[in-house]
């Protein structure tokens, strides 16, 4: 199971919700998951709202608030999938709730945006919009979460209820900390510790890549250090032998040639008395003074 699925089939089941924030639910539920149809009849043309639901459960939830909230008993309709959109659940709404819910003024005309008071009970207006139109990344991958507005206007809403920015007609969060906050204050417990988990291996990948990467790095250009010591080291030979190369320095010179991928530390333990880290550095610096020395010596034009 996807962690969109999961999200919405748990805010699915929720029970606990006060009858204010059951109607902000309701309210986002319609509202990003509706679409506006006029519908002719004996009496004249009326508005009715379709809800698109993608899970049963949701569905249900959806027309359990607007027969205990509203008192009405709306038509559920279970769709056939197409090319382009899974099956789903259509669920019409009518009548003056749609007033009641911001979807319609007191005339009849629809209205755009979050309107109050569902505007005061953000966390269960966006658990309404999750059910019918957020998306949340799953395992292994970068965070993101999503809902998708019917407008801009309506996603510039969303986003001012929750302190955030829209990016078009989109609400998009990629902070993992935000996102846990947000899945916390909707109540989604099980989904938060799913999410939380793969939020916390992939950064735990993530260190150890950088690590490793950094290991590699360093073993590079250690590699290559060494190698250039080694050239000077050898510069030097070929100039004055080993007998012209004082005895502390010609002791770490062959036990560098003898171990190319050492360490400076591991070096100096290979020494004879061991020497410290410091001192092995310090040396290889003489012999790099000394190469220079020799090399001028050699070529008195150079520099």
């Known amino acids: 199971m996807s962690l969109t699925t999961a999200l919405r089939e748990e805010l699915a089941h929720l029970p606990g919700r006060d009858d204010d924030g059951r109607q902000a639910e309701l309210a986002a539920m319609v509202r990003f998951g509706g679409s506006l149809t006029l519908r002719g009849g004996a009496d004249g043309t009326r508005v009715t709202v379709v809800v698109r639901c993608g899970h049963g459960a949701v569905a249900r939830r959806l ?90 206007p309506t996603a510039a809403d969303l986003a001012a209820m929750l302190s955030r920015r829209a990016t078009g007609a989109r609400v998009v969060i990629k902070s993992g900390e935000a996102v846990g906050d947000l899945l916390i204050g909707m109540g989604a417990h099980g989904t938060f510790l799913e999410f939380d988990q793969s939020r916390m291996r992939r950064e735990l990948r993530g260190r150890v890549n950088r690590s490793v990467n950094a290991e590699r790095a360093n073993l590079r250009r250690s590699t290559a250090a060494a190698a250039g010591q080694i ?62 020395e020799t090399a001028e010596q050699i070529d008195p034009d150079t520099g």
């Open 231 to 292: 050239d000077r080291i050898n510069g030097i030979v070929a100039a004055i032998g080993w007998d012209g190369m004082p005895a502390e320095l010609r002791d770490v010179a062959l036990v560098r040639i003898a171990n190319p991928a050492a360490s400076l530390a591991d070096l100096g333990q290979l020494l004879d008395p061991p020497v410290g880290k410091a001192t092995v550095h310090r040396r290889l610096a003489r012999i790099d003074q000394l190469a220079q």
């Open 63 to 152: 027309r359990e608030s607007v027969l205990d909230l509203l008192g009405d008993r709306p038509t559920v309709i279970q769709s056939a999938g197409t090319l382009d959109r899974t099956s789903a659940y259509l669920v019409e709404l009518a009548g003056p709730g749609l007033t009641t819910l911001g979807l319609l003024d007191a005339d009849g005309r629809p209205q755009r945006g979050i309107r109050p008071p569902h505007t005061g009970r953000p966390l269960d207006y966006l658990a309404g919009a999750v059910m019918v139109a957020g998306r949340l990344s799953g395992t292994g991958q970068p965070v993101h979460f999503e809902i998708a507005a019917p407008s801009e």
